[in-house]
């Protein structure tokens, strides 16, 4: 067995306590932003301008749907004190990538680029992104797997952590930061062999929504509907969406 008796609390200033995940979050959201600074750089047909103006409008509304999607998935605990939506901790992948979506879509409506190109550029950010962000989740302890007897299981010791204390279960953060980084590969290999724009960026989310319904079977978490986890019913979701518009429009360029 593998103990992480790491402190998820980074550093303490006064009364407010700064915690490993909140650290590799907003490392995270830089790493899109440097990405996106990076294409172009490269020549890629954006301006520094959108990619400001994106984060801008991407992060705040990458929050608000992440948080809602919490909050509804843990509503029984939160109408108890209600007071806890503002003040407490909790966010969703899903609720992020997505919310982040409809604000840079609602963005491009009104600004001076395309958003299928836009998200092409975005999507090997985005999945290279929730792997970092997925480190924060391993020694904050969220995110944590079912009880395992598994060699590679990891034990918590830490009384700040996030998972049961002393109980061996499956790192699933670990997993995903595995499948992340493998997604993110096959996704460079893709770049530039599909058309129409925007079909890399729904390849991105056809992997990754395939890949939670899988691990959610070795999630802890509530049911959420017909004995599924809220992502997992997401990602039923997504991935049908996502493979509809792929089959009836992505194709490989020719050479």
């Excluded at 490392?27 to 600074?37: D, F, G």
Aim: proline share 4%.
């Amino acid at each position: 067995m593998i103990t992480i008796s790491m402190d998820p609390v980074a550093l303490t200033i006064g009364a407010v306590s700064v915690r490993w995940y909140g650290i590799m979050v907003a490392l995270a959201i830089l790493v899109i932003i440097l990405w996106m600074v990076r294409e172009v750089r490269k020549g890629a047909q954006l301006s520094y301008d959108n990619i400001i103006t994106a984060a801008l409008v991407g992060v705040p509304s990458g929050v608000v749907v992440s948080k809602l999607l919490h909050v509804i998935d843990r509503w029984d605990y939160y109408f108890q004190d209600p007071g806890l939506i503002v003040s407490g901790a909790g966010l969703t992948i899903y609720g992020a990538v997505l919310g982040a979506v409809i604000g840079i879509w609602v963005y491009s409506r009104f600004g001076d680029f395309r958003f299928g190109y836009f998200a092409d550029l975005l999507a090997p950010a985005t999945i290279l992104a929730q792997a970092v962000g997925r480190v924060g989740c391993t020694i904050n302890g969220c995110c944590y797997g079912v009880a395992t007897s598994l060699p590679w299981g990891v034990v918590y010791t830490h009384p700040d952590s996030y998972a049961p204390l002393g109980i061996a279960v499956h790192p699933t953060q670990i997993y995903e930061i595995i499948v992340c980084l493998i997604i993110f590969g096959v996704l460079l290999w893709l770049r530039g062999r599909l058309e129409p724009e925007g079909s890399l960026f729904l390849v991105y989310l056809t992997l990754y929504s395939l890949w939670r319904f899988g691990i959610g079977f070795l999630r802890a978490g509530t049911p959420f509907l017909f004995g599924l986890h809220q992502a997992q019913v997401i990602g039923i979701i997504v991935l049908a969406v996502t493979l509809l518009l792929l089959i009836r429009r992505a194709r490989w360029l020719k050479a």
